[in-house]
C-alpha cells in the first residue's frame, strides 16, 4: 500500500501544482489582509476536498451508469492529464482551471474567492478530479488501497493549503521565474503519468 500512497500523492501534488496554485492565489487577492487570505484559503481548500472526495466515491458508479468502462475513462484522463501538462510546461493557461477572465475578475473583486474559482476549478479542478477517479478505481474495493488514496489525497490538499498560507514569501523566495521553472519541472512529470495511465486504458482495453 505505500507504493500506491506514494503514487498518488506524486500525482495529486503534481496536479495540484501547490506553487502555481500559491502564486495565482496571491495574485487574485492583492487587496485582501493576511487574516482574510488564510479564511478564504482554509474554506477553499476544505470545498475542494469535499468536492474531490465526493467525485472519487461517486464518479466510478456515475461511468458505470453511463455505460463508460474504467479503460475509456483511462485514456480520455490521461489525455484530458496531459493537456494540463503541456499547458504546466508552456506556462500558458488553456482554461482547464481558472480562465484569464475568471482571474482578472476575482483581482478585481474584493468578493470572497474561496468557493469559485479557488476551490473550483483552480483546487477541485478537471484534472484533480480525473485523477482522484482513475486511483479510485485503481485501489477497487480494497480498504487499504482505499485508504491510502483518499490518504494521499488529504496530504496533497494540505501541502497545497500551506502553500498558500505562506504565498507571500514563498513567491518572495521563488520569484516569478523560480514558480515557472518548478511548474515546468511538474508539467513533466505530469506528461509522464498522463502517459502512463492513457497506456493503461489501452491495455485494459485490450484485456478486457
Known sequence: MLELFLYAFVAFVVILDPPGTAAIFLGMTPRDTPARRRAQALKASWIAALVLVVF???????????????????????????????????????????????????????????????AIPLIAGPGAMTTVVLLRGRAGDDPAALAAVFGALALGLAVTLAAMLVATPLMRLLGQTGADVLSRVLGVVLAALAAQIALDGVRGFFAG
Not at 468502462?69 to 510546461?89: N, R, Y
Open 56 to 118: 472519487g466515491i461517486a464518479g466510478e458508479f456515475l461511468l458505470r451508469a453511463m455505460g463508460i468502462g474504467l479503460p475509456a475513462f483511462q485514456v480520455a484522463g490521461g489525455i484530458l492529464l496531459f493537456l494540463l501538462a503541456a499547458d504546466m510546461v508552456m506556462v500558458r493557461h488553456s482554461g482547464l482551471r481558472a480562465t484569464e477572465r475568471e482571474r482578472a475578475e476575482a483581482e478585481a473583486s474584493d468578493h470572497d474567492i474561496s468557493v469559485f474559482p479557488l
